[in-house]
């Protein structure tokens, strides 16, 4: 999210910054020149031409989003500019739609269109990604300092997509797996871990994790509206190297425990981390199969339903609840963020973590804002064919 401290801090640190008080002020816009076909972005005055899709009160995102047109100063300084390339709809950010004027989205590549004279280590031409999140990633354009931005080493292999989309999900998973608990090196393949909303951005994340790290997972989804689209969804985690999934209906069922015995070859093969993102009762049966001394870490509330834990797991089993906030924890933890960020990307340039399957909404300059806030409205409905991401096609140069 784009806060209006953000937006401040933005329009103190330069004071040619047009984007930042056009956003807040409301001043008015620099004169700009287009070419013919409305596509052209920056004036004789090197001014740049952006669009942000803001909002600025609590609401559905079909109500309160807007697109905001504004301009960019040539960067000064540190100051780069930059030019979307893909940004995500990730539910996260649809849950943070509210608070005062902002710009949406938490992630997404970019593509830095020019520097300033301060600039030591971008060029024209790099793909960067945000360091933190709550910057606004729905946008055309922006103009950040160097000093917020991620450079992408060695992009040739790979696309803006995985680039576009590394910073959360993946992170999230992989943090959740490696922090909240102590995996036995020596008992590489026979440790597991459990998860709902498995075929979610985090959850396929996590099932190739794990499948990397020798760590067995047990996967639950929701299920489809044929036996046939589960079963296909099933094999579609299982390709990704999920060891086993199954449906919500069956975590529920009086036979999962049997199932999970059998599976876990009579409990021998210990479930040590439970990851949470949907809530309810499937969190509460998530945790009845967990291993004494296990954490159950919550990072979603999907079903809306608070988490209840029968006292017993708690005094009996010595289990532990955590929750997780990859926001929180990257601000915390910036370096750590870009070497997990890192880490993902030479798993996917080696082939090893594929992409998450997309519902490309394609944003060009004259993309209108209903059509766009109506794409983030489509991303709250389930069973989606693949997550929300706009890619930016219009001109800037
Ligand atoms: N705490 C953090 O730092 C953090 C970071 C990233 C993501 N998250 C959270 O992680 C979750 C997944 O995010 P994502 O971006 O990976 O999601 P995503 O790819 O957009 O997928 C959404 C997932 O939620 C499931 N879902 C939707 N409504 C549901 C319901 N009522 N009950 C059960 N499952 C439901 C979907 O299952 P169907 O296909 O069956 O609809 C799908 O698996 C979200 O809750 C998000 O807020 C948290």
Redesign the pocket.
Known sequence: MFSRSTLKAAAQSSRHSAFASSILFSGKAPRVSLLPDGRRSISMYGYTQAKALVYSKYGEPKDVLRLHKHSISAPHGTQVNLRLLTA?????DV?QIQGPAAVGGNEGAFEVISTGAGVKNLSKGDWVIMKRTGQGTWRTHAQLDESQLIRIEDKEGLTPLQVGTVS??P??AYRMIRDFCQWDMMRTGEEWLIQ??????????AIQLGREWGIKTLNV????NSPEETDA?KQELKDLGATAVVT?EELLSGGFRDMVKEITRQGREPIRLALN????K?ATALAKTLAPDSHMV???????QPVALPSGLLIFKNLAFD???????GDKNPQLKENTIKDVLQLTRAGRFKD?PVDDVKWNWNTEGPVLAESVQG?L????SG??VFTFTGGDE
């Open positions: 995500p709809m990730n539910p996260a849950n959360v999900n992170v999230t709902n909303g498995a075929n979610s951005g985090v959850g396929r994340a989804i929701r299920q489809r969804m919500e993102c949907v809530g309810g499937n919550t990072y979603g509330a999907m079903s809306k929750g997780f906030w990859v926001s929180r924890w998450i991303t409905g389930g069973f989606r997550k929300g």
